[in-house]
């Protein structure tokens, strides 16, 4: 039996999980804050995720060009309990990742822009 895009998405999203245990959780979200696709913890509320992350990304990218830093790759907020960290799949979504504070964001970063790549052929 085929599996869904959705399915797939969250198969690469729990992938990029298990590969890179720093990663506590994930979404797919579109450039209009709607969830595609998710490996959340249960507490967490999708809807505030997805329209955050969307938010974050608009905003990166306006930041971005405005000040004449090119294209967005990625935009990352550090708190005291760790990072959340967005990064662009094409066009039409965000890769966003909730990560511990004592991750090496190098490999965080590679291992994401792997998996946005992947990403971006279901989207």
């Known amino acids: 039996m085929a599996r869904s895009?959705?399915?797939?998405?969250?198969?690469r999203l729990r992938e990029l999980q298990t590969?890179?245990?720093d990663i506590e959780a994930s979404a797919i979200v579109s450039v209009d804050g709607l969830?595609?696709?998710?490996?959340?913890?249960?507490?967490?509320e999708e809807d505030r995720v997805s329209a955050m992350s969307a938010?974050?990304?608009?905003?990166?990218e306006r930041i971005a060009g405005e000040l004449g830093r090119g294209t967005l790759d990625q935009v990352y907020v550090r708190g005291d309990s760790g990072y959340v960290i967005l990064m662009a799949i094409g066009e039409e979504a965000v890769l966003t990742a909730l990560v511990r504070d004592s991750a090496k964001l190098g490999l965080v970063f590679l291992d994401?822009?792997?998996?946005?790549?992947?990403?971006?052929?279901?989207?």
């Open 5 to 11: 895009r959705t399915e797939l998405m969250v198969d």
């Open 35 to 44: 969830i595609m696709a998710s490996a959340l913890p249960s507490d967490a």
């Open 55 to 60: 938010a974050m990304l608009s905003l990166g």
């Open 112 to 123: 994401m822009k792997r998996a946005a790549n992947d990403l971006a052929k279901l989207v």
């Open 19 to 21: 590969a890179t245990p």
